[in-house]
T-cell receptor, first 118, second 108 residues
Framework: DAGITQSPRYKITETGRQVTLMCHQT?????MFWYRQDLGHGLRLIYY???????DKGEVPDGYVVSRSKTENFPLTLESATRSQTSVYFC?????????????????FGPGTRLTVL | KNEVEQSPQNLTAQEGEFITINCSYS?????LHWLQQHPGGGIVSLFM???GKKKHGRLIATINIQEKHSSLHITASHPRDSAVYIC??????????FGTGTSLTVIP
């Protein structure tokens, strides 16, 4: 089915380990986003990508790495996981804005990945 | 300092009631979004607006740019409307700000 998927949906890891969260969309949307959601903070943007091989930092990029070699995939890597990175991670995608800004486009969200770092 | 403030944080209503959720923001924006997060965690974009009013079914969203305020109204509320409603704004500098959400419970 078309849409945006994330894997894994649940992940438990240990401090210091590398973890990669996957995001895949089938709409060929240009823009993709990674957010984290924590109690009391709401959603916060980690990284976004305007196209393949183009990425940019969001509000909370430290400790995360992204890549986008293909339009449909946007993996998020925690190079050395820390307990503070325990969170729910959402991937989203949106189509090209007609001259507007990033948030002037409807975003489609994946189901989320719940990550626990012990 | 929160750039986006929502009120109330929690709301319980009887089925059929008219519901209003408010969003105030302190930054200049290019667009405002209302999102719905279901109890299972999934997030759906309900509205994107930069002026005026939009309506979709029983949902109405309004924005007053001068007052930096938006409201989401639900008419004839139903238990399936129970969710967290999130206000999000973006400015011309491509910065995003999200509210912490309003948790709505509609009781049959």
């Amino acid at each position: 089915d078309a849409g945006i998927t994330q894997s894994p949906r649940y992940k438990i890891t240990e401090t210091g380990r590398q973890v990669t969260l996957m995001c895949h969309q089938t709409w060929s949307h240009s823009y993709m986003f990674w957010y984290r959601q924590d109690l009391g903070h709401g959603l916060r943007l980690i990284y976004y990508s305007a196209a393949a091989d183009i990425t940019d930092k969001g509000e909370v990029p430290d400790g995360y790495v992204v890549s986008r070699s293909k339009t449909e995939n946007f993996p998020l890597t925690l190079e050395s996981a820390t307990r503070s990175q325990t969170s729910v991670y959402f991937c989203a995608s949106s189509d090209i804005s007609a001259g507007g800004t990033l948030l002037a486009m409807k975003q489609f969200f994946g189901p989320g990945t719940r990550l626990t770092v012990l | 300092k929160n750039e986006v403030e929502q009120s109330p944080q929690n709301l319980t209503a009887q089925e059929g009631e008219f519901i209003t959720i408010n969003c105030s923001y302190s930054v200049g924006i290019s667009a405002l979004h209302w999102l719905q997060q279901h109890p299972g965690g999934g997030i759906v974009s309900l509205f994107m607006l930069s002026s005026g009013k939009k309506k979709h079914g029983r949902l109405i969203a309004t924005i007053n740019i001068q007052e930096k305020h938006s409201s989401l109204h639900i008419t004839a509320s139903h238990p399936r409307d129970s969710a967290v409603y999130i206000c999000a704004v973006g400015n011309t500098g491509n910065q995003f700000y999200f509210g912490t959400g309003t948790s709505l419970t509609v009781i049959p």
